[in-house]
């Protein structure tokens, strides 16, 4: 498992019992695919922003976050919000054919 895998998981498993100590029941984990554009990071602290805003929340069935960075390499927000790096896809392999 890469290193930015582990940290993330990690991360993300501290985060989830810290919250299910509140209450005993399944919570929501979020995740979310992300590029290296300077739109979508943008987009990415804000959906990170918002998700913290409502995990503390009374009542909130809000678990973990992952973002899931399909650059390839790491980048500056990782040590913002919990990231998974994967390398990107082929060409023609997002593609769904019917």
Request: overall charge negative.
């Amino acid at each position: 498992m890469d290193l930015e895998v582990k940290q993330a998981a990690t991360y993300c498993d501290e985060e989830e019992e810290d919250m299910a100590d509140k209450k005993k029941k399944r919570l929501f984990h979020v995740a979310l695919t992300s590029s290296d554009s300077p739109y979508n990071r943008w987009q990415c602290r804000i959906m990170y922003y918002w998700y913290k805003q409502f995990r503390e929340k009374a009542g909130s069935e809000m678990g973990g976050f992952t973002r899931i960075l399909h650059s390839g390499k790491p980048d500056d927000l990782m040590d913002e919000i919990p990231t998974a790096v994967v390398e990107e896809l082929p060409p023609g392999m997002d593609q769904v054919k019917i």
